[in-house]
């Protein structure tokens, strides 16, 4: 593998976990929209849309592209360390439980570990979430999907912040399991992404989905835009037409929990495959 070459401090901060000063790194106070990539292998790590103002004096992050960063133990026994999933790279610590954002999550990251890509017209970004019944193979099926950057499992649509996976499958947060589907526009249309949803799942069903039963595996789409929602309710027409009794919802968009570590990229850390999805070709 080849990597970039470091100057004595980003070899300090990035091979040698160093750290630098607060308030003085280059994406402290900077809020463009881009792409947040690895000093050392050029990895994507984080969005833009995912950076917030915490105060604390290094950019702060309440998400990471879906597998590209690594949680690891700090060696003080107190703090978790996050580094770079593809070298190893040290980038900082995660905090939990702060409550700066719904997230509730602060990539603490040092800016000499981050190099940016802004936005441009072959980088335009869009999220859509979908409801399918069990994320793991939602997130399988959409992972495959061209022009798709990245796909998290999360809960969204209940009543109760910060839900566990526990709480969602007693039924008692009225949470659905939902992926989160960052994807480049340029590349896949929303469209083509809405039709893999119904493709990949039974959307007649309306007790759950396949053998798993429960309110948490009904089929919905939370529409980020007007835009999204006219399709996916063009879609429901045509596949009326076609004699489907669509049980599928479509629900504005509310706030996303990222579900626990366990869960995200499942099938492909596990080499099994989807027990309760297959796509059928429809449209």
Known sequence: MNFNKLSDFERYVIEEKGTERAFTGIYDN??????????????????????????????????AISGAVKEVPDIDGRRVEIVCSNCDAHLGHVFKG???????????????????????ENLNLKKAYFAAGCFWGVEYYFQRQNGVKSVVSGY???????????????????????????FDENIVSFETLAKL??????????NGQGPDIGSQYLSAIFY???????????????LEKKGYKVATSLYPEVTFYKA????????????????????????
């Open 197 to 206: 949803f119904f493709e990949i799942h039974d959307f007649t069903q309306t």
């Open 260 to 283: 626990e570590d366990y869960h995200q990229n499942y099938y492909n850390k596990t080499g099994k495959f989807p027990y309760c999805h297959s796509r059928v070709k429809i449209f």
């Open 30 to 63: 900077f809020y463009e929209k881009g792409v947040y990539r690895c000093k050392k292998c050029n990895a994507k790590l984080f969005l833009s849309d995912s950076k917030f103002k915490s105060g604390s004096g290094w950019p702060s992050f309440d998400d």
């Open 224 to 238: 980020t835009d007007e835009k999204q929602k006219q399709i996916a309710q063009n879609l429901i027409v045509d």
């Open 156 to 182: 969204m649509g209940g009543h109760i912040p910060n839900p566990s996976y526990e709480i969602v499958c007693s039924g008692a947060s009225g949470h659905l399991e939902v992926v989160e589907v960052i």
């Open 98 to 120: 702060e409550g700066f954002t719904s997230k509730n999550t602060r990539h603490c990251v040092n800016s000499v570990s981050l190099d940016f890509e802004a936005k441009n």
